[in-house]
């Protein structure tokens, strides 16, 4: 599964951006563990959740269908638009004057990839 694989890998810096924001604002507010009712903390905290909620159902979905036999060229669009997706969805909701367009833009990347990538797992499984 390289395809798959690139992807992963290329998101899992993703991953670590929104944990060091996180760890950082912890660290200012001097918080341990939730968000002390430190708005920009809770931002940070759900920024990272929300990648940590998608982004392995998404991967998990695109290693089966490639697993199945979709082809590399049909994984590489997902896994780019995952990862546009979730950059611009981190982006977005992790601003304190929140832009919604990468928000709402992010998040319907990542259903989009999600949908497809469940269609091509469907269809390489009956095929």
Do not use: K
Not at 64 to 75: D, Q, S
């Amino acid at each position: 599964m390289p395809a798959t694989a690139f992807w992963a890998a290329l998101l899992a810096p993703v991953l670590l951006w929104l944990s060091l924001r996180v760890i950082g604002r912890r660290r200012r507010g001097g918080i341990a563990i939730g968000t002390g009712g430190d708005a920009a903390l809770e931002r940070a905290m759900r920024a990272q959740a929300n990648f940590a909620e998608y982004v392995p159902f998404a991967l998990l979905l695109m290693a089966l269908a490639e697993a199945g036999g979709t082809p590399g060229w049909a994984i590489h669009p997902l896994g780019a638009a995952l990862l546009g997706g979730r950059v611009a969805h981190g982006w977005g909701i992790a601003r304190e004057a929140e832009d919604y367009r990468f928000r709402v833009g992010g998040m319907m990347a990542t259903f989009s990839v999600i949908a497809l990538a469940a269609l091509a797992a469907l269809l390489a499984a009956i095929a």
